[in-house]
């Protein structure tokens, strides 16, 4: 009698094992698979790594040859005045397009989240930068007349696009994190009409529970911009 | 009797202790594969930042390329003035390009915007005049999809540009000239289909639009002309660090 149940508790015990161990090995064959993928995504960092090694390579090369070409450009041109109008529009071109380091009087605005205040319950209430944010403070420095603006490491162009990655906001295709700094060179007391009260600053930043600090300098510097002109769909036409 | 009780304990207890075993194996198993799981996730963004760099790459040894060949020529040619005038002037074109300077032509889309007329409004939906922000929005999609050159209204949009509301209503100035209606022709040259969706895809600012009352079309062409920026770029407080 006690033999019979003892044998029955052993078959019950013996066959929930053996689906577990079923179990397990159904799984383990399974985590096989996603193993493939892991190893295909080391092999995709290591690509990463080396495709952005091969441009900081050829980046720094490209800054070398500029450098040389300004010199020889300056040699070639120097003895003849019209070669020499020449040089100094290219000088020139390649000052307003942002491709050397600048400096000048102007202003910079720095940009931080704020904190939610749950006591106010106020519908207004944003507290994060947003990319549609730092996109409207650029227009409204370009229009108090900034000449050139950075933010963060990233300089202003023509061609830089301000977009949002998840959180995080992205320049000229890099990652830009808070406190964000937007320095411009320009008149500082034209600039300063953002920082008046009611003004750009107050509108989108402060009122929305945004932090936004506004100081006017007589010396700001900005960096170049970090990538190149070059154009595969538009042709010149004159 | 005593004895058959034992067994049964002792094997109750192995077997117990291997089932836990299994068991804990088996958690660990699935934790393993949910950080996994987080890892694929993150193939797609790797995949991104491969296309990213190589883009950037492909551009700076395309630039390299020509910086090169351009020094080759006023080493080579430095006897002859002409030949350095024509390196120079060709030097100058690139440069006018990038500043907008010049009058363009490529591959690229058209995008069209008014108000919509009462019997086009859906429901909850009602006449908004378009603003200044609404072309902002437009035209930093259109340079994030890789536009090459952008005109509204045939105002050239350059690297100084500031597009702002005048008035209450209607008046938006860009350039320092005001466009004194609220339909606006908008030409991008690039890549017509990354442009078209960056603003017509799903999640793009054309719905936006749409909800706020405005219509918006596009067309893509294979020849859209966009005119240079007839304004002269002086810059008075910035100058250049040695």
Redesign the interface.
Known sequence: M??KR?II??TI??F??SI??A??IK??K??GT??G??Q??SN??A??LK??E??EK??E??EE??N??ET??Q???SH?D??KE??D??KK??????N???????AIITLNDGKADFNLLDIDQDPLIHA?NV??VI??L??AG???ISINDERV???????CDGNVIVVN?SKIGTPITISA???SARLATLDRTGGTLDIIFRKAGKIAEFKKVNTV?LPKYS???????????? | ?KK??YV?IV??SI??F??MM??F??FK??Q??KE??I??M??AE??Q??A???N??E??????EE??N??ET??EE?SS?SK??EA??K??????????K???????IIINLREKKENELGDDESITPIF??DL??IV??L??AGA??ISINNER????????DIGEYVNIKINSNYIRTNEFEIKA???SSYLESSIFGKGGYAEQLEISGIKATVQKSNKI??NKYTGE?N???????N
């Open positions: 006690n033999k003892e508790i052993l015990m013996c929930a094992l577990a161990i179990v397990q799984t383990v399974n985590n996603t193993i993928s892991t295909s995504e995709l960092k690509q990463v495709m952005k091969k441009y050829e980046y090369w490209l040859l500029t040389e070409l020889v450009r040699n070639v041109s003849n019209g070669l020449l040089e529009k290219i071109d390649n000052l307003l397009l942002g050397s380091e600048v400096k000048g009087q102007g549609e996109l409207q227009n409204e370009r229009n900034a000449e050139s162009t023509n061609k830089t696009a301000i977009s295709g060179i320009g008149s510097e990538g190149v002109y070059s154009y595969k769909y538009a042709r010149n036409i004159d | 009797m058959g009780k049964m094997t109750i077997v117990c291997l089932l299994v068991i194996m088996q198993v699935t393993k594969s996994i799981n890892d694929t993150q193939e790797l995949r930042q491969l990213n760099w190589k950037k790459y551009e700076t040894k395309k630039k390299r910086v090169s351009t020094l006023y080493k430095s003035d350095t005038q120079l002037e030097e100058l074109s690139t440069l006018e390009q990038a500043l907008g010049t009058d363009v032509e490529g591959e690229g200044a922000n902002i929005y930093n999609s340079k994030d090459e050159a949009i350059i690297g100084i540009t500031d597009i702002v040259i690039g890549n002309r966009i770029i810059f008075k407080y910035v100058e250049e660090v």
